[in-house]
């Protein structure tokens, strides 16, 4: 699990040697420099033969699969057919039995694990403002200062800066939705994973809530794995989408329309058409 | 002045000559009978004067809303019944007191300063027995709910302990210390452990499992894990394990100060029986209950304070 403080505790050493050098005496005086905004690159994906089984239950029967780093990635498939089971892996939630996952660079070297996810219920903490809330992204230890600067930045991000104070229990699912991916992101993860984070929400939120992903996605140019039952929004949001079936990729399919993508393109629709029938079975 | 002045001496005279009984008889129906010339003229008045402020000014009552006093109507009422009870001498002086002998003997130790030590010795009692016992409780439970090899080493060692009421073990704990400070500590301390040790330890085991894995995702230490998670996950079972235990503190309390102390409002209490002054057996018993309350109050303020996330707890 270390491995996955990396990347948040190298960019608070970068700050504290630099508030060391300017303050050297740690009193309450606030570093006038900005807090280092680190090229935080992508990271992409490589599995080989990845395998997962609970006891006799092979759920996932070995993956080969290629992320470049920044690409959006949608993976659907029928209920239980290993689609959380994955992305688990992916986050280092749960070891896999068999084969091996790499994060790696542009280049194609391997990288450390950067990765960050967001699941369909938003688990925030009851007992913490949003602010709170998103600064637990950063891990341990950091300063209250730069977690509440950073925690300001990423919620203006996700549009929620008038939150920041409020309890979770007073927002809307929508909203709580946004914290939990202002948490996720605040410490720019190389990797975001996605587990039908859309999933509870109504039907306009969650367009709004895609309009949202996507202009984060850009902006800040994480590489992002989407799981989701529903085939359209796989469509709008992905560069390319996989079918899962049985624990096996069954399609891999890329999706060339440039963004903002408009509900209804009809090139869409088609793509559409070609993921149901694989996912029903229909070939 | 002068008043103040006569009240005092005859408190003075009346402490310097408490320890013989001889004197307090002849002291005592003195000082009852004023209480009865004050007593059987007060209260008609008092409560005419009631029913006059209800009657006289409609409208000020109107502002205060029915909630605010409709649960003062019941106690005050009875107080009422029972002053004139007594002052008609339907209820004998050695039953039962009248309500203005209760609030004399209340006014005649607080200005002895009597009152306040015993309040101050009995407290501090309850806390260093709620501090000790709360503290072991407490501990049990998170360690309990966290530790599996914790659990199954302690828990049902701990439930068998909990089945046994700390009372029935006086007379062991007489034997063990005998009548002093460590018997009262031991004894409060074992009521409220258990009360508190069950409530963590099914706060912490009732916490959200997701909002723990969250936690590890995000590269939370155990300690932090803890701070962040878990305690504030397990709290509001803690309160309830509190307030639980506040009341079984007080009771261990009274129980054990009536046994054997030479201080404390038990002790009070227990002398003043020995002397038939049933007026200040009272007074104990309004002063538990108004600790009693009291200790409830803060609870619930605590509680008010550091649940104010929990949307029961917001305005
Ligand atoms: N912790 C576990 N222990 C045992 N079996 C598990 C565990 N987690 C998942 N499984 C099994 O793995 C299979 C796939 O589960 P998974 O949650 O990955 O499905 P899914 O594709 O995400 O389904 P859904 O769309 O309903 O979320 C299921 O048969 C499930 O029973
Ligand atoms: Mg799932």
Redesign the pocket.
């Given at each position: 699990m270390s491995s996955y403080l990396l990347p948040s505790a190298m960019v608070w050493d970068a700050f504290e040697l630099q508030e060391r050098a300017y303050f050297p005496d740690g009193t309450e005086v606030r570093p006038s420099a900005e807090p280092p905004v680190l090229p935080k690159a992508p990271a992409g994906l490589r599995l080989r033969g990845v395998e997962k089984a609970?006891?006799d239950?092979r759920?996932l029967r070995g993956i080969d699969l290629d992320v470049p780093a920044g690409q959006f990635v949608a993976i659907v498939?029928?209920?239980?057919?290993?689609?959380?089971?994955?992305l688990r892996l992916l986050v280092g939630l749960d070891e896999p039995t068999g084969g091996e996952i790499d994060f790696i660079d542009d280049g194609g070297d391997r990288v450390a694990p950067d990765a960050r996810i967001v699941f369909q219920e938003p688990r925030l903490l009851p007992w913490f403002s949003v602010a709170d809330n998103v600064a637990v992204g950063l891990g341990d230890g950091v300063p209250k200062a730069y977690a509440r600067r950073e925690a300001e930045l990423v919620l203006e991000e996700v549009q929620l800066s008038e939150k920041a104070k409020e309890w979770p229990a007073k927002l809307s699912g929508g909203q709580r939705q946004r914290v939990a991916l202002a948490r996720a992101l605040v410490s720019r993860p190389g990797l975001l994973a996605l587990?039908?984070p859309l999933g509870a929400l109504d039907a306009l939120t969650r367009i709004s809530m895609q309009q949202l992903l996507t202009r984060v996605w850009r902006e800040l140019g994480f590489t992002a794995v989407l799981?989701t039952?529903d085939v359209t929004e796989a469509v709008h949001l992905a560069d390319r989408v996989i079918v899962?079936d049985e624990g096996e990729i069954k399609l891999d399919l890329a999706v060339p329309q440039a963004h903002p993508r408009r509900h209804g393109d009809p090139e869409l629709a088609l793509l559409e058409g070609q993921l149901l029938a694989a996912i029903l079975g229909e070939s | 002045m002068t008043t103040i002045d006569t009240f005092s001496d005859g408190r003075k005279l009346r402490r310097a000559t408490s320890g013989t009984p001889r004197t307090l008889t002849e002291d005592r129906p003195q000082e009852k009978s004023k209480d009865w010339a004050q007593a059987s003229q007060n209260p008609p008045k008092g409560a005419a004067d009631g029913v006059q402020a209800k009657g006289g000014k409609p409208s000020g009552l109107r502002t205060i809303s029915r909630a605010a006093w409709l649960p003062y109507l019941v106690p005050v009422a009875l107080v009422i019944v029972w002053q004139t009870l007594s002052s008609l001498g339907v209820i004998s002086d050695r039953i039962m007191p009248a309500p203005v002998a209760v609030v004399a003997a209340f006014w005649e130790r607080l200005l002895s300063g009597e009152l306040v030590r015993d309040i101050a010795v009995s407290g501090a009692r309850a806390l260093s027995g709620l501090l000790i016992g709360g503290s072991i409780g407490f501990l049990l439970g998170i360690a309990n709910g966290v530790s599996k090899l914790s659990e199954q080493l302690t828990d049902t060692t701990l439930q068998m302990l909990r089945t046994i009421p700390h009372l029935a073990m006086i007379p062991l704990v007489i034997l063990w210390f005998g009548i002093g400070e460590e018997a009262k500590l031991f004894l409060t301390s074992l009521g409220v452990l258990f009360p508190i040790y069950l409530n963590t330890y099914h706060g912490v085991k009732n916490v959200d499992r997701d909002l723990v894995e969250m936690g590890r995702i995000y590269g939370m230490s155990s300690w932090s894990l803890f701070r962040k998670v878990i305690f504030p996950g397990a709290l509001p079972s803690i309160f309830v394990g509190l307030r639980y235990a506040l009341g079984i503190m007080w009771l261990t309390l009274i129980v054990s100060e009536s046994i054997a102390a030479n201080s404390g409002i038990g002790y009070m209490a227990n002398t003043a029986r020995e002397f038939m002054m049933t007026d200040v057996v009272v007074l104990a018993l309004v002063i538990y209950a108004v600790l009693g309350k009291l200790a409830d109050v803060v609870a619930r303020a605590l509680e008010r304070w550091a649940l104010s996330w929990n949307a029961a707890y917001q305005v």
């Open positions: 609970f006891g239950n759920v498939g029928k209920s239980g057919c290993g689609k959380s089971t994955l587990d039908e799981v039952h899962l | -």
